[in-house]
């Protein structure tokens, strides 16, 4: 029993240096927007938990102008990993989704709407998307607090809050 015991003790010790806790921790949605929204100097109107090449990534959406822009930045260090713009959605969008872009570029940054509602939740931020409702742009935000999973929709352009249901 004593050896059973022991050997115990030092497989959790080994497993705790074998993984180290800031490994297995993500820097968060919020966080990786804004390290987008400043790298690129666009304004964010999506981004979600991706994975790519076998890493977890945040891909996100930016507006610079009337240009859409598709950034992934490595949801474990912050770093940017990559931009690009994708031409053949760019020439799509310019077609059937102008409105949104042109209103996804006059928005307010992202990154500080979302560090504030989760200040003020104290939940996080999982997925934004951006619509336009009424001639308006709209973030609908998933977030994640202690009462459970629910969306909130903030004006774009104010960062003021319209609405929010929990989901069941």
Known sequence: MF????????????????????????????????????????????GELETSGGRLVYEIDLVRGHVLHRARVDARTGKLVSAVKPRAENWLRSWFDKDRLQSGGKAAPLSDHLVALERHSRGEVKEVEFEIRKGRGIYEIELATAAGVGRVLIDAATGQRIERAYDD
Do not use: K, T
């Open 3 to 46: 050896r059973w015991l022991c050997g115990l003790a030092a497989a959790g010790a080994l497993a705790g240096v074998a993984v180290p806790a800031a490994a297995q921790e993500l820097i968060g949605l919020s966080r990786a927007i804004g390290v987008a929204e400043r790298s690129l100097s666009a304004r964010a109107i999506e």
